[in-house]
């Protein structure tokens, strides 16, 4: 491990100290695996059944929908890769709700989940199919008319390919601007989610923080759901939002 993820867990540990509100947040991952792993980004199962474990020892209710200022858990999955899909008796059988975050044009991509495949998550009652752009690219640097299509064309596929509604969406790499905000509005999104570190009611303009929690062992973890990362929005804010 690096210096500097020794020192960012340090941060978030020491500054877990200032929170005991318990307040609702939203946490996400990349994906989980147990044989085949399909992105470095990925958490392995035992770590992510830890995860669960702790939050429900904490007390916290894991809900498809924040609605509560204190005491809820929101799970979200960004890029929808495969190993979801392989572990999903894993996500039955906890029974949690999690939100997938899925690429449009990424669908039929090796490593991914299939068009196939999402139709049958879709149908399942712990899935909630939202929108991760149509191709994943950094929307910041687009003009208007290329920021709409990303974000109005993945809506517009997904739907068709579920016949069911998709209302919620989140950045490519966390990346966004004013723009993305309001487009993301005028075109239907109705629930957007940064990759700024923060509480649910504490959204900034409009967009909901979550808390990336993929690596974190037991200790990293408690701080964060506790709100010990939230030292570090600054330095997120100036990489991941550009007015
Ligand atoms: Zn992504």
Not at 171 to 176: I, L, T, V, Y
Request: aromatic share 12%; proline share 2%.
């Amino acid at each position: 491990m690096s210096i500097i993820s020794l020192f960012r867990i340090l941060i978030i540990r020491v500054s877990s100290f200032f929170y005991i509100s318990r307040r609702s947040k939203v946490i996400f991952y990349h994906d989980i695996h147990s044989n085949t792993k399909y992105t470095d980004m990925s958490t392995p199962v035992d770590l992510f059944k830890k995860h669960i474990q702790m939050i429900r020892e904490d007390g916290y209710e894991i809900v498809s929908e924040i609605t509560q200022l204190k005491g809820q858990i929101e799970i979200s999955f960004d890029d929808a890769f495969l190993g979801l899909y392989d572990n999903i008796e894993l996500i039955k059988e906890l029974n949690i709700p999690v939100r997938l975050f899925v690429i449009s044009s990424y669908l039929d991509k090796a490593g991914h989940i299939n068009r196939k495949q999402l139709i049958e998550l879709n149908q399942l009652p712990q899935i909630i199919v939202a929108s991760h752009t149509h191709s994943h690219q950094t929307l910041a640097k687009m003009d208007l008319d290329e920021i709409k299509f990303e974000l109005k064309s993945s809506k517009d596929q997904l739907e068709r390919i579920l016949a069911s509604k998709v209302d919620s969406i989140c950045f490519p790499e966390g990346n966004f601007n004013r723009a993305s905000v309001f487009l993301s509005e005028a075109v239907g999104y109705v629930k957007i989610y940064s990759s700024l570190p923060g509480f649910y009611y504490d959204d900034f303009i409009g967009v909901k923080k979550r808390s990336l929690v993929q690596f974190a062992q037991e200790r990293e973890f408690k701080a964060i759901l506790k709100g010990g990362d939230h030292c570090l929005l600054f330095w997120y804010k100036r990489k991941h939002y550009n007015k």
